[in-house]
């Protein structure tokens, strides 16, 4: 492909994607795999600098553009020897107009933006949340340990998190053997750290409340020496039908899956009720926190979604909370940055549940009263705030 084939490609590509981003459609990696199944003479390299040049226009506009050619006028604007890929060329795009609109650069809407500032999230702190992200694996002490990947996958040891690594950028850790005889999991590392909150032991009775395919639950599984019960369950009959497969891959075996009916979940958890060690809620949230890994799903949300979101949090603690055995933990995680969403939540929980504390969830981060809060640009990890929270004897 040319270099204004390519250009159009990615024109092409970001309308889809916004379009999708507007109706609630498929996610951007989604489009990019259906457009390029659909255009095999496209080579590898030209794959991957139309899939780059997408993901530098997504990063760059805060709002939604109104079109693609717009978002890429846009980069062409902070770049002029770019300019030049719009040459109207039989599979290039027309050449860029000296009064044509161009998407404006940006962190996040401008809605967002206040609550941010409401949150103490700063610019500087903000702008961190688009950048790349590395790509972080949990070893899994199951069946290793870290010690013996380092060379094999050119992988640095990530401080305080005994079973971390990260990766150079680009590796394909699916096609490793680590990764298929299930030594090793794809998991962020600060996913890691708020699941260390958890303080999972063996023999212990564990919960993960919304477990959705397991990356959390397998954690747990391994904290605990495949010793004890974790019971994962969760709305989502699709992702947590993944859970199984994985779990076996890992060698978990104290994990048992159960698919609940959504308002009727503490019906379905009775048997559960007064005797949980730990609850987990890795609750639904915006995914503030991981706009590195998924840049556009800022344009897909809305106040509304928002509130929605805020609502079933909340439901979602006082779900969990009779699970809880007296003296044993709930911990609240989301990967968002918003306090309406995380400590403003467990702010709430312990106002309306007398007897019930906080306890210091990890060492990591900084706090956030009542819990910790992480960010990319601070921790050089995905956005989440965590909060241990504990009732009475």
Known sequence: MTPGARVQAAIELLDA???????????????????????????????????????????RAGEAPENGRAAMVGLARDDETFAAAFDGSTHGPAPITPDEPAAKA????????????????????????????????????????????????????????????????????????????????????????????????????????????????????????????????????NRLSRLAPRAERAGASIVETRLLDPNRESDALADWKDRADVVLIDAPCSGTGTWRRNPEARWRLTPARIDRLVATQRRLLDIAAPLVKPGGALVYIVCSLLDEEGAGQAARFLADHPGWTAEQPMPFGRERTPGRRLTPLHDRTDGFFVARLTRPC
Request: glycine content about 8%; aromatic content about 4%; proline content about 4%.
């Open 106 to 237: 940006g962190t996040a809407p401008a809605w967002i933006g206040k609550r941010f500032r409401a949150s103490d999230i700063d610019p500087a702190e903000a702008a961190a949340l688009v950048a790349r992200a590395p790509l972080d694996v949990r070893v899994n002490r199951l069946k290793g340990n870290r010690g013996t990947l380092f060379a094999d996958l050119g992988a640095e040891p990530i401080a305080d998190l005994p079973d971390a690594l990260r990766l150079p950028s680009g590796t394909s850790i699916e096609a490793t053997e680590a990764f298929r005889s299930g030594l090793v999991e794809v998991q962020d590392a600060g996913s890691q750290m708020v699941t260390l909150a958890a303080s999972a032991q063996p023999d212990m009775a564990v919960i993960d409340l919304c477990a959705g395919a397991g990356g959390k639950t397998l954690a747990l599984a391994a904290a605990m020496d495949n010793r004890g019960a974790i019971l994962a369950s969760d709305t989502d009959r």
């Open 17 to 59: 994607i916004i379009a999708a981003a507007r109706e609630g459609g498929a996610a951007a990696d989604t489009l990019i795999a259906r457009y390029f199944a659909e255009r095999r003479y496209a080579g590898s390299k030209d794959r991957r600098a139309v899939r780059e040049l997408v993901y530098a226009a997504i990063r």
